[in-house]
C-alpha cells in the first residue's frame, strides 16, 4: 500500500511537469490562430505578450523551485557532514 506521503510526491512530481507542457502546447496553438483572427495589430501583439508573459512566469517559477530545492538539498548534505564529523 502507498502512503499519503509518497502519493502526493508522485502526484507533484508528475502534475508540474505535464501542467507546463501543456500550457506550453495550449498557448503555442493559440498564438497563431489569434493572431490570424484578430483584425488588429495591437490586438495580437497584447495577446502575444500576453502569453510570451505567461511563459516567463512559469519557467521562471520552476527554475527558482530547482534552485531553491539544488540548496536545500546542499544545505541538507552540509549539515549532515557537519553531524557525521562531530560524531566520529
Known amino acids: 500500500m502507498i502512503s499519503v506521503d509518497r502519493f502526493e510526491k508522485l502526484v507533484g512530481e508528475l502534475a508540474r511537469p505535464y501542467s507546463i507542457v501543456a500550457l506550453s502546447t495550449s498557448i503555442a496553438v493559440s498564438i497563431p490562430i489569434v493572431a490570424i483572427r484578430v483584425s488588429s495589430y495591437e490586438g495580437a501583439g497584447v495577446f502575444v505578450g500576453a502569453c510570451f508573459t505567461g511563459y516567463a512566469l512559469i519557467y521562471g517559477a520552476k527554475s ?13 548534505a552540509k549539515a549532515e557532514r557537519i553531524l557525521h564529523d562531530d560524531t566520529q
Open 64 to 76: 527558482w523551485e530547482n534552485a531553491r530545492v539544488a540548496r536545500d538539498k546542499a544545505d541538507e
